[in-house]
Every structure is written in structure tokens, then in C-alpha cells.
Nanobody, 125 residues
Framework: QVQLVESGGGLVQAGGSLRLSCAASGRTSSNYVMGWFRQAPGKVREFVTAISWSGDKISYVDFVKGRFTISRDNARNTVYLQMNSLKPEDTAVYYC??????????????????WGQGTQVTVSS
């Protein structure tokens, strides 16, 4: 089992930045793909980004490309999501996710074995 705990959410004005962190604990010796999903009120949960264990594969959904950056520190069992140029439509609960390799598929929520509790990001206009 792997436990995921997110932190770093909050309230920010449009154009601002936030950095989310996700700390993994438990069975972290395996090679996990990690990523982020988000869910806005009244909307379905959607894929945001993913990163392979080694970091050689990274994917972003189109609406965050150029604004969000995912990274990981395997020594600390932590994945990060740097979010810049935030927009009100980025308001959502952000969930950290993990699954065993292989990297693909990455866009479907059902392929991820482990989920964090979520952290709220609110962007005001």
C-alpha cells in the first residue's frame, strides 16, 4: 500500500502561483508513475499531468501546458506541481495519484491505484 498526502493548496489571485506537494509513504520501493488529477465543482475529475519514475516521461493536458510543471524527488518520495499564471478556471480540488509502471495509459483515473485526499486550489478573479 502507498499513502499519498497533498499539501500546498490555497487561495490565490489570477495570475499568481502555487506549488503543490505530494508525499508518498508506505510501499515506496516500487517504481511508481505519479501525477495529478483535478475536479471542479459540478465537473468530472480530469487528468492534469503525470511523470514516470525516472522522470524521462512527462505529460500535460493541453490547458496547463506552459503554465504547470511537474517534478519529483525520489529520494524524498515526493512529487511537486508548480502552477504559474493561474486562472479562475483552474479552481478545483487537486488529487495526487500513483500507479505502478508501465507509464501508459495515464489519462484514465481508473488506471491509478492510489489517490491522495485532495487539496483545494481556489483562484480568484
Amino acid at each position: 500500500q502507498v499513502q499519498l498526502v497533498e499539501s500546498g493548496g490555497g487561495l490565490v489571485q489570477a495570475g499568481g502561483s502555487l506549488r503543490l506537494s505530494c508525499a508518498a509513504s508506505g510501499r515506496t520501493s516500487s517504481n511508481y508513475v505519479m501525477g495529478w488529477f483535478r475536479q471542479a465543482p459540478g465537473k468530472v475529475r480530469e487528468f492534469v499531468t503525470a511523470i514516470s519514475w525516472s522522470g524521462d516521461k512527462i505529460s500535460y493536458v493541453d490547458f496547463v501546458k506552459g503554465r504547470f510543471t511537474i517534478s519529483r524527488d525520489n529520494a524524498r518520495n515526493t512529487v511537486y506541481l508548480q502552477m504559474n499564471s493561474l486562472k479562475p478556471e483552474d479552481t478545483a480540488v487537486y488529487y495526487c495519484v500513483a500507479k505502478s509502471e508501465p507509464y501508459s495509459p495515464i489519462h484514465e483515473a481508473r488506471t491509478y491505484n492510489y489517490w491522495g485526499q485532495g487539496t483545494q486550489v481556489t483562484v480568484s478573479s
